[in-house]
């Protein structure tokens, strides 16, 4: 039997809105399996081209595909809902991870063999997550399965991945499926993102960059090229809705998406390779005055790596294109750079930032993910 553990519905404007009770019903297992020792796996599954057939279909239609869908993983997955959009999360109580990995490649097969509709066929990308092995709370079952789904996609679809090859921490693992977790991490996080063509890329060049110029030793700016890389991994827990909602968000959603330098931090501890970038990117929007968050650190008690991602992030986001608005050029984000310097910028980085487009120019800054 298929029983819903999450509401779905349509706003006005006919978007695919969820409620997340999932947490809660992931959370009991979590601490059910805790007390009895017993193991949990967490499976979440998006439609690959989910938003072609809604736009050439239209969403009664689209409806009736995500109906098919759930259909066809209800097969396979007792407790099976919704979580948002074409997302279905699966819930499986004393199960590993090498069980639900198979179980998991055959609902990627069954969706592929029999879900078509007037635009092709569909294919659907998969995550695993599993507790104990390789996820430590109800919280990172969800994202880890989740960021899993996104690497799926941003390898082309149709595939399932698996949270503890992403971090190197399950004890089980696919033989060269993932071979270095700072990339795979990056892949799924510039899915989830919807980031434009090399934005990763460009914050850790820019990083690195004005790391070299302020005499930071080599490690160091090894480890914050990489932090700047995935500075916001955090927001592979903020749910999709809210990372990408049109307009204002209401003070819960605000509360939500600033959650993300500190979630972050908990996601690259799993890292070995990365355990010390984490208090650079639980810091990397504090403001050199104390405006930031999420602690209001002040001047050099903010990690020198944060206080350059937080300038290099915010000149990319003013000189390249994003959905949510325009480009200015190269002279505005320079005068914005100098105006905010000493406030909201550590002016050391500032003046850095700005030798380094003096020397080089924008042109050098923004090819820099052909480098990578």
Known sequence: MVEAIADFKRDDDGRAVARYPALEEVEHHFQMGRRDGSELAVIITGLDGFRIVNDCMGPIEGD??????????????????????????GILPNVDAPTAVALAEDMREEVAQTISTPVGKLTASIGVADYPDAALSADELLYGAQTAMYWAKAMGGDKVGYWGEMTGN?????????SDPVSALAAALERKLRAGRGQLARSAWYAGKVAAELGVRPDERTL????????????????????????????????????????????????PQLAGAGPIIAHH???????????????????????????????DAMTTYRSYKSVISLQEAVYELRRCSGQQFDRRVVDAFISIVGREGLQALHWSQNRR
Do not use: T
């Open 64 to 89: 009736a595909v995500l109906a098919a869908f759930a259909s066809r993983v209800g097969q396979f997955v007792d407790r099976v809902g919704h979580l948002g959009g074409d997302q279905l999360i």
């Open 170 to 178: 399950g004890a089980w693992q696919r033989p060269g499926l993932v």
């Open 285 to 315: 929007h504090e403001h050199y005055d104390g405006s930031g968050y999420p602690h209001r650190l002040m001047g050099d008690d903010i990690p020198i790596g944060a206080r350059i991602i937080l300038v290099s992030d915010a000149f």
């Open 224 to 271: 914050i090229e990489n932090a700047a890389l995935l500075h916001d991994v955090g927001k592979l827990a903020i749910p999709d809705d809210v990372l990408h909602k049109p307009g204002f968000l209401s003070e819960r959603e605000k509360a939500a998406a600033k959650s993300h330098p500190e979630i972050g931090a908990v996601v690259i501890s799993r890292l």
